[in-house]
Protein backbone atom coordinates (compact mmCIF):
# COMPACT_ATOMS: atom_id res chain seq x y z
CA UNK A 1 0.00 0.00 0.00
CA UNK A 2 1.27 3.58 -0.98
CA UNK A 3 0.53 6.50 1.08
CA UNK A 4 1.41 10.14 0.28
CA UNK A 5 2.12 13.15 2.81
CA UNK A 6 2.53 16.56 1.33
CA UNK A 7 5.56 18.18 2.62
CA UNK A 8 5.38 19.11 6.44
CA UNK A 9 3.56 17.01 9.45
CA UNK A 10 2.74 18.95 12.02
CA UNK A 11 3.73 18.04 15.43
CA UNK A 12 3.25 19.65 18.57
CA UNK A 13 7.14 21.18 18.15
CA UNK A 14 7.55 23.75 15.92
CA UNK A 15 3.87 24.11 15.24
CA UNK A 16 3.71 27.43 14.30
CA UNK A 17 6.86 27.72 11.89
CA UNK A 18 5.10 24.23 10.46
CA UNK A 19 1.46 25.98 10.05
CA UNK A 20 4.01 28.78 7.96
CA UNK A 21 5.53 26.74 5.59
CA UNK A 22 2.26 24.73 4.67
CA UNK A 23 0.28 28.00 4.12
CA UNK A 24 3.46 29.25 2.03
CA UNK A 25 3.38 26.47 -0.34
CA UNK A 26 -0.14 26.06 -0.59
CA UNK A 27 -0.18 29.75 -1.41
CA UNK A 28 1.78 28.91 -4.68
CA UNK A 29 -0.46 25.64 -5.28
CA UNK A 30 -3.31 28.22 -5.26
CA UNK A 31 -1.81 30.78 -7.55
CA UNK A 32 -0.83 27.80 -10.19
CA UNK A 33 -4.13 26.48 -9.99
CA UNK A 34 -5.67 30.15 -11.02
CA UNK A 35 -3.27 31.14 -13.43
CA UNK A 36 -4.60 27.29 -14.89
CA UNK A 37 -8.04 27.88 -15.60
CA UNK A 38 -7.35 31.59 -16.41
CA UNK A 39 -6.03 29.91 -19.86
CA UNK A 40 -8.39 30.44 -22.58
CA UNK A 41 -6.57 27.32 -23.92
CA UNK A 42 -7.32 25.25 -20.54
CA UNK A 43 -10.84 26.44 -20.90
CA UNK A 44 -11.22 25.11 -24.24
CA UNK A 45 -10.26 21.81 -23.41
CA UNK A 46 -12.13 21.40 -20.11
CA UNK A 47 -15.23 22.19 -22.27
CA UNK A 48 -14.91 19.63 -24.69
CA UNK A 49 -14.42 17.07 -22.42
CA UNK A 50 -17.39 18.43 -20.30
CA UNK A 51 -19.22 17.83 -23.32
CA UNK A 52 -18.37 14.27 -24.32
CA UNK A 53 -18.76 13.32 -21.10
CA UNK A 54 -22.32 14.52 -20.46
CA UNK A 55 -21.27 17.34 -18.19
CA UNK A 56 -22.84 20.88 -17.94
CA UNK A 57 -20.39 23.17 -19.68
CA UNK A 58 -20.35 25.00 -16.67
CA UNK A 59 -20.07 22.03 -14.64
CA UNK A 60 -21.86 19.59 -11.84
CA UNK A 61 -23.66 21.22 -8.83
CA UNK A 62 -22.03 19.23 -5.98
CA UNK A 63 -24.57 17.16 -4.19
CA UNK A 64 -27.43 15.34 -6.19
CA UNK A 65 -26.25 16.43 -9.52
CA UNK A 66 -22.43 14.85 -8.89
CA UNK A 67 -23.76 11.76 -7.19
CA UNK A 68 -26.45 11.02 -10.17
CA UNK A 69 -23.69 11.53 -12.80
CA UNK A 70 -21.05 9.21 -10.89
CA UNK A 71 -23.92 6.75 -10.67
CA UNK A 72 -24.66 6.92 -14.04
CA UNK A 73 -20.83 7.04 -14.99
CA UNK A 74 -19.26 4.57 -12.70
CA UNK A 75 -16.50 3.58 -15.15
CA UNK A 76 -15.72 6.10 -17.04
CA UNK A 77 -12.65 6.59 -19.67
CA UNK A 78 -12.67 10.74 -18.16
CA UNK A 79 -9.63 9.67 -16.34
CA UNK A 80 -8.02 9.28 -19.38
CA UNK A 81 -9.02 12.47 -20.29
CA UNK A 82 -7.71 14.01 -17.31
CA UNK A 83 -4.62 12.55 -17.44
CA UNK A 84 -3.81 13.58 -20.86
CA UNK A 85 -4.45 17.28 -19.82
CA UNK A 86 -2.16 16.96 -16.96
CA UNK A 87 0.37 16.06 -19.53
CA UNK A 88 -0.69 18.79 -22.14
CA UNK A 89 -0.12 21.51 -19.59
CA UNK A 90 2.62 19.69 -17.89
CA UNK A 91 0.89 19.68 -14.49
CA UNK A 92 2.63 17.37 -11.44
CA UNK A 93 0.75 13.72 -11.47
CA UNK A 94 -0.60 14.53 -7.92
CA UNK A 95 -3.04 17.03 -9.37
CA UNK A 96 -4.97 14.52 -11.64
CA UNK A 97 -7.69 14.32 -9.04
CA UNK A 98 -7.48 18.43 -9.10
CA UNK A 99 -8.04 18.61 -12.71
CA UNK A 100 -10.82 15.78 -12.34
CA UNK A 101 -12.85 17.95 -9.65
CA UNK A 102 -12.40 20.89 -11.26
CA UNK A 103 -13.78 19.07 -14.89
CA UNK A 104 -17.01 17.91 -12.74
CA UNK A 105 -17.75 20.77 -10.76
CA UNK A 106 -15.88 24.14 -12.03
CA UNK A 107 -14.22 24.19 -8.41
CA UNK A 108 -10.59 25.12 -8.42
CA UNK A 109 -9.71 22.79 -5.89
CA UNK A 110 -5.62 22.47 -5.54
CA UNK A 111 -4.22 19.09 -4.65
CA UNK A 112 -2.06 19.99 -1.97
CA UNK A 113 1.14 22.28 -1.93
CA UNK A 114 3.94 22.53 -4.69
CA UNK A 115 7.66 21.40 -4.54
CA UNK A 116 8.15 17.99 -2.06
CA UNK A 117 5.71 15.28 -1.02
CA UNK A 118 6.57 12.00 0.83
CA UNK A 119 5.43 9.22 -0.69
CA UNK A 120 5.87 5.80 2.18
CA UNK A 121 5.43 2.04 0.50
CA UNK A 122 3.84 -0.01 3.42
CA UNK A 123 3.79 -3.52 2.42
CA UNK A 124 3.74 -5.10 6.09
CA UNK A 125 7.13 -6.35 5.37
CA UNK A 126 10.65 -5.66 5.56
CA UNK A 127 10.32 -3.49 2.32
CA UNK A 128 8.81 -0.57 3.87
CA UNK A 129 10.51 2.64 2.37
CA UNK A 130 10.09 6.57 2.21
CA UNK A 131 10.23 7.76 -1.25
CA UNK A 132 11.44 11.86 -1.67
CA UNK A 133 8.54 12.97 -4.60
CA UNK A 134 9.97 16.66 -5.99
CA UNK A 135 8.31 18.34 -9.07
CA UNK A 136 9.64 20.79 -11.44
CA UNK A 137 9.07 23.52 -9.16
CA UNK A 138 10.63 22.01 -6.03
CA UNK A 139 12.95 24.09 -5.21
CA UNK A 140 16.31 23.88 -2.58
CA UNK A 141 14.18 25.66 0.29
CA UNK A 142 11.05 23.18 0.05
CA UNK A 143 13.76 20.35 0.68
CA UNK A 144 15.12 22.24 3.68
CA UNK A 145 11.01 22.74 5.00
CA UNK A 146 10.46 18.93 4.17
CA UNK A 147 13.14 17.31 5.78
CA UNK A 148 11.12 17.13 9.24
CA UNK A 149 8.51 15.13 7.65
CA UNK A 150 11.04 12.85 5.61
CA UNK A 151 12.58 12.24 9.43
CA UNK A 152 9.22 12.04 10.45
CA UNK A 153 8.37 9.21 8.37
CA UNK A 154 11.76 7.53 8.39
CA UNK A 155 11.37 6.77 11.85
CA UNK A 156 8.04 5.44 11.71
CA UNK A 157 9.64 3.10 9.24
CA UNK A 158 9.32 -1.02 10.36
CA UNK A 159 12.46 -1.06 9.18
CA UNK A 160 14.13 1.44 12.12
CA UNK A 161 15.24 -0.71 14.54
CA UNK A 162 17.89 -2.18 12.14
CA UNK A 163 21.22 -0.74 12.81
CA UNK A 164 21.43 2.14 10.62
CA UNK A 165 24.64 1.77 8.18
CA UNK A 166 28.18 1.84 9.20
CA UNK A 167 31.25 2.36 6.66
CA UNK A 168 33.65 -0.29 7.02
CA UNK A 169 37.64 -0.58 6.56
CA UNK A 170 37.84 -2.99 3.28
CA UNK A 171 41.13 -4.00 5.02
CA UNK A 172 39.63 -4.77 8.48
CA UNK A 173 36.80 -6.31 6.95
CA UNK A 174 38.55 -8.97 4.77
CA UNK A 175 40.45 -9.73 8.04
CA UNK A 176 37.58 -10.20 9.86
CA UNK A 177 35.72 -12.56 7.40
CA UNK A 178 39.33 -14.43 7.25
CA UNK A 179 38.88 -15.29 10.55
CA UNK A 180 35.70 -15.97 10.77
CA UNK A 181 35.26 -18.56 8.18
CA UNK A 182 38.30 -19.94 9.70
CA UNK A 183 36.53 -20.25 12.83
CA UNK A 184 33.34 -21.46 11.39
CA UNK A 185 35.79 -24.69 9.88
CA UNK A 186 36.90 -24.96 13.32
CA UNK A 187 40.54 -24.10 12.97
CA UNK A 188 42.15 -23.18 16.50
CA UNK A 189 44.00 -19.74 17.81
CA UNK A 190 47.16 -21.31 16.74
CA UNK A 191 45.99 -22.24 12.84
CA UNK A 192 44.43 -18.85 12.87
CA UNK A 193 47.36 -16.68 13.77
CA UNK A 194 49.99 -18.77 11.20
CA UNK A 195 47.34 -18.28 8.52
CA UNK A 196 47.26 -14.56 9.66
CA UNK A 197 50.77 -14.14 9.91
CA UNK A 198 50.87 -16.19 6.27
CA UNK A 199 48.57 -13.33 4.86
CA UNK A 200 49.76 -10.31 6.65
CA UNK A 201 53.08 -10.87 7.54
CA UNK A 202 52.68 -9.71 11.30
CA UNK A 203 52.07 -11.70 14.34
CA UNK A 204 48.21 -11.54 15.96
CA UNK A 205 47.39 -12.60 19.50
CA UNK A 206 44.44 -14.81 20.73
CA UNK A 207 42.30 -11.76 22.07
CA UNK A 208 43.36 -9.91 18.36
CA UNK A 209 41.60 -12.76 17.10
CA UNK A 210 38.55 -12.81 19.21
CA UNK A 211 38.18 -9.20 18.51
CA UNK A 212 37.88 -9.71 14.82
CA UNK A 213 35.38 -12.62 15.03
CA UNK A 214 33.15 -10.40 17.15
CA UNK A 215 33.53 -7.54 15.02
CA UNK A 216 32.72 -9.11 11.74
CA UNK A 217 29.71 -10.55 13.55
CA UNK A 218 28.10 -7.29 14.52
CA UNK A 219 29.34 -5.73 11.31
CA UNK A 220 26.88 -8.61 9.49
CA UNK A 221 24.46 -8.86 11.99
CA UNK A 222 25.62 -12.15 12.88
CA UNK A 223 24.09 -13.33 16.39
Do not use: C
Not at 88 to 107: G, Q
Request: zero cysteines.
Amino acid sequence: MIMWWPLVTITMKNADNEHKVIERHIERSQQRFMLLVNRDDFQEDVVTIRVKWNIPKKGLKTGGGLSEWRARHHKTGLRVDVNSLVSKYKLPPRWNEAIKTYILTNIPRYFGPLGVWTRVNVSGTNDDEVSVILDPNTTRQDLIDAWPDIEFHLKNLKTRNRDKFQRVNEYVFKRGKLVYDLHKKGATYQEMTLQLKKRYSRDFTQDDIHSMIKNYKKVMGIN
